[in-house]
């Protein structure tokens, strides 16, 4: 049986599936439950400082973009960081570890981008026996306008600076969450590391408008007829999590700094190509928002069959085994010829491949009186657009072709040698082959 | 042969080999890959699922859809058969109209629910297919159990039994395992041997040991098989079967529905059994719908379910009812068999009609029968039993009988509908019971 065991920067936890900080994990009575359901950690839902807690909105929070049947694909939310006082939220935080001390329990914190008042917030975090704090630099509403959350996760420096007090007045792992609101995000992954951080989180939920009344002009979630931008997060934002992710995981200057992936986890599928895209571990927020806790025992037992099957042993045995495949465009193997083929037995015969390719990309599909849908090699370019329009998983399948074969699109032979563009000769900078 | 549906008499042959295997052949064919998912991605992951709570078992329904369609099959097997052991036979024979599809939401919304019977198979079907007992035994504990009668009662326990480390002895007066799973369920419910297939699978758990022949009240005692072993499991089923009790009820060619299944189901050509011409079967449950369709794919040439209540009464589900009407089988209401005409042989069978409380009204009812089927419920056959509640052996809700160290389970235990599903749920929940007192574990 595979050993789903966690150890990430030395916290421990039964599995790799932790809660991210958001309704979820925002008091005591919701991570116990979350615990006794099986969920490995939590980040507490932010805190932030001493005093008067900030105000929600009291009108609809949420916004959400839906698929077939009305399954949630996004959803957009304008609450802000906790809006319980601070000693409650600690009180509770150390009850809870105290009673469940192999799951882990991190801390997330937003105060204002001073010293003194991280200086005052962290000893009282370390009281309750958290195993970590999670820095907040990504809600990009309401807590920005106030200069805290993306406000300082858009600024390199002050994120170098924020962790460097973290580092100094606490003494367990300092976990960064970035914002994906920023056009590089490699740049505060390596700020992060230069501040001293132990990892980094990512991602936070990216500025969206989901949709406006087209009677109010309004757009929702509307609050007395006027909206906010607010916070994507959900199935949606996967390939930007994951994109994201992999940029700090192949950065050099980032290149082992440990990452807790967050963004659209829904699957135990998902989760495990975060991990191997470098992640040590990973949150979830919409989908337990969307479906309850129990899903974790489906990531529990998909993962673990999955590891099983492939023969790993641990989290690390697959842990970044897809960084070395990412790479730049220019880097890809243009003698790699592929051609679509349609599995006759498997097809439905919807046409949809044929409108698609005939329509928008290379007229490559025919189709007879009978409705049989059949690539024409002559004019593949191996696109996958028929792939991925297809209903039926697996009917349309990508053939390489054997070095050697003559491509019929272009009548020339397939190359076993790799050859890339910055050799090719239609490239003006192209350098001579080594 | 050279016979045909129109041949008089109690013949075989009437059908060809070819149309016999056609109308034979699995009910609901299985899903394939791409079908299962798009059945699983119907599922709503309802909280507190209401099918969850329709399952006899309890099967966790939400979570084994959530994983075919996150593509772990096997995951979703294991989710099933930690329930429900015989999951695989429950899938095909369960009247999940009457049970988790009942109460799905979507078929509440749509009158189309999730098709969580085939899921189920598919899930269960992948796994074994592979050939994989997901489950291990515990470490011996040294006890020892009997349990009597290898139907899905007596299997559920003895697996839950193993797996806790129990030493189990099976004991069944047939010369095969599965109960009604092999005698009695219709045949295109279970094609191609799945029964025996299941059974076999289900052993693999180790520290089961099957003894055939053996019936209970003959070669077995209650008192011989309490000082043998540290506890008793009784799942006999109902082997009895109820009399009409009317005049000419022991003419030739009036049986037990039961009998003809069972012949139908152990025979190995289908085109050497015999059927008659104009098939009768009296009742209104599963068994007669079961034995009127089959007669009618032997190639009866006319069946008739005469029921003695209104269509709102009937116990087969509404799905049963239109499957047989399917067939060309012809339900009769409000009518009771009065008597059985014939020479030697039945030639005809009389019923009076009644009105809704069962008055006769003075009309009545003549059929021409060469063939006529009793199956108007099945009864307790055994001798020196526990204590009994009406025509069953009473058991509290662990299934422990009014003999200390004796439990009991399925159809021939009081309470739970008589369905393949609740005996299985009662043999289990038994198996828990006996574990908890040989051993002081807590569940
Ligand atoms: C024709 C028919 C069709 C049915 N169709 C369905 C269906 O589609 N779906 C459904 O859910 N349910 C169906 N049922 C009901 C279902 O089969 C039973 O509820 C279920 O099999 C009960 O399981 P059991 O283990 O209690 O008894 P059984 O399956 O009857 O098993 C009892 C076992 O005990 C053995 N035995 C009996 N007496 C003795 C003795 N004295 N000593 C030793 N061994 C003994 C028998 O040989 C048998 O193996 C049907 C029943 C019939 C009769
Ligand atoms: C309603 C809501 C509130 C959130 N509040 C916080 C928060 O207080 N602190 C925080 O770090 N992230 C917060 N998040 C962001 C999530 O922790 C997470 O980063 C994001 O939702 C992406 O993950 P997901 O796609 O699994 O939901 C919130 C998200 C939602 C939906
Ligand atoms: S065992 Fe029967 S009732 Fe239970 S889920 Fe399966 S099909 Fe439905």
Known sequence: ????????????????????????????????????????????????????????????????????????????????????????????????????????????????????????????????????????????????????????????????????????????????????????????????????????????????????????????????????????????????????????????????????GIGGITTWRDAAEFITLGCGNVQVCTAAMTYGFKIVEEMISGLSQWMDEKG??????????????????????????????????????????????????????????????????????????????????????????????????????????????????????????? | MGHSPFTPGVVAGRQTAEALSDGFADLHPPLDDHEALVAADRCYFCHDAPCMTACPTDIDIPLFIRQISTGTPEAAARTILGQNILGGMCARVCPTETLCEEVCVREVA???????????????????????????????????????????????????????????????????PGGLNEYGIAAYKSVDGFAQAEVEWLLKIGGIEMQYGKRFGADLSLEALKSEFDAVFLGIGLGGVNALGIDGDDKSGVRDAVDFIADLRQAGDLTELPVGRDVV??????????????????????????????????????????????????????????????NGAVREIEFDYVSADMTPTGETLRLPADQVFRAIGQTLDADGLPELDGRKIKVTDAGRTSVDGVWAGGDCASGGDDLTVTAVAEGRDAAEDIHQTLTGAVR
């Open chain 2, 281 to 342: 079967v009296i009742g209104g449950g599963m068994t007669a719908v079961d034995a009127a369709v089959q007669a009618k794919l032997l190639g009866a040439l006319n069946v008739t379910i005469a029921y003695r209540r209104g269509k709102d009464r009937m116990p087969a589900s509404e799905f049963e009812q239109d499957l047989a009407a399917s067939k060309g089988v012809r339900i009769v209401f409000n009518a009771v068999p009065k008597a059985v005409h014939g």
């Open chain 1, 312 to 434: 790993h042993e641990s989290i690390a045995d697959f842990c970044g085994a897809a960084v070395p495949n990412v790479t730049d465009w220019q880097y890809l193997n243009l003698n790699y010829i592929a051609k679509a083929e349609i599995n006759q037995d498997d097809c439905i015969k919807c046409g949809r491949c044929y409108a698609a390719c005939e329509d928008t990309s290379h007229q490559a599909i025919s189709m007879s009186e009978d409705r049989t849908f059949e690539v024409i090699d002559e004019e593949c370019v191996a696109c996958n657009l028929c792939v991925n329009v297809c209903p039926v998983e697996g009917c349309i399948t990508m053939v390489p072709m054997e070095p050697g074969t003559t491509d019929p699109r272009t009548n020339r032979p397939v190359e076993p040698n790799y050859a890339n563009w910055t050799s090719h000769p239609n490239n003006p900078a192209a350098k001579a082959a080594e």
């Open chain 1, 1 to 260: 049986m595979a050993d789903l065991t966690s150890d990430f920067v030395g916290i421990k936890s039964p599995n790799p599936f932790w809660l991210a900080s958001a309704p979820p994990t925002d008091k005591e009575y919701n991570v116990r439950r979350a615990f006794e359901a099986g969920w490995g950690g939590v980040v507490w839902k932010t805190l932030g400082a001493e005093g008067p807690p900030v105000v929600n909105v009291n009108g609809p929070r949420y916004g959400a973009i839906w698929g077939a049947d009305r399954r949630l694909l996004g959803l957009n939310n304008i609450e802000l960081i906790t809006d319980r006082p601070l000693e409650t939220n600690l009180e509770e935080m150390a009850r809870v570890k105290a009673d469940y001390p192999d799951r882990a329990l991190i801390a997330s914190i937003m105060v204002p981008c001073e010293e003194a008042a991280w200086k005052a917030i962290l000893p009282r975090v370390a009281e309750t026996g958290a195993d970590g704090i999670e820095l907040n630099f990504g809600c990009p509403h309401g807590m920005s306008e106030r200069g805290m959350g993306a406000a300082v996760g858009q600024v390199p420096e002050y994120i170098e600076m924020v962790t460097r007090w973290c580092k100094q007045y606490y003494d367990k792992p300092v976990i960064v969450k970035l914002t994906p609101n920023i056009t590089d995000i490699r740049k505060p992954a390596e700020a992060a590391r230069n501040g001293g951080a132990d990892a980094v989180s990512l991602i936070n939920t990216i500025n969206s408008i989901t949709s406006v009344n087209l009677d109010t002009m309004s757009p929702e979630p509307s609050i007395d007829g006027k909206g906010s931008h607010g916070g994507y997060c959900g199935p949606a934002v996967k390939p930007i999590a994951m994109s994201m992710v992999s940029e700090i995981a192949r950065n050099p200057a980032t290149h082992g700094l440990p990452i807790s």
């Open chain 2, 110 to 176: 749509e009158g189309k629910p999730v098709e969580i019977g085939q899921l189920q198979r598919y899930a269960t079907d992948t796994l074994q297919r592979q050939g994989v007992h997901p489950f291990e035994r515990a470490a011996s504990t040294g006890k020892t159990v009997a349990v009597v009668g290898a139907g899905p009662a007596g299997l559920a326990c003895a697996h839950r039994l193993a797996m806790h480390g129990h030493d189990v002895v099976v004991f069944d007066a047939r010369s095969k």
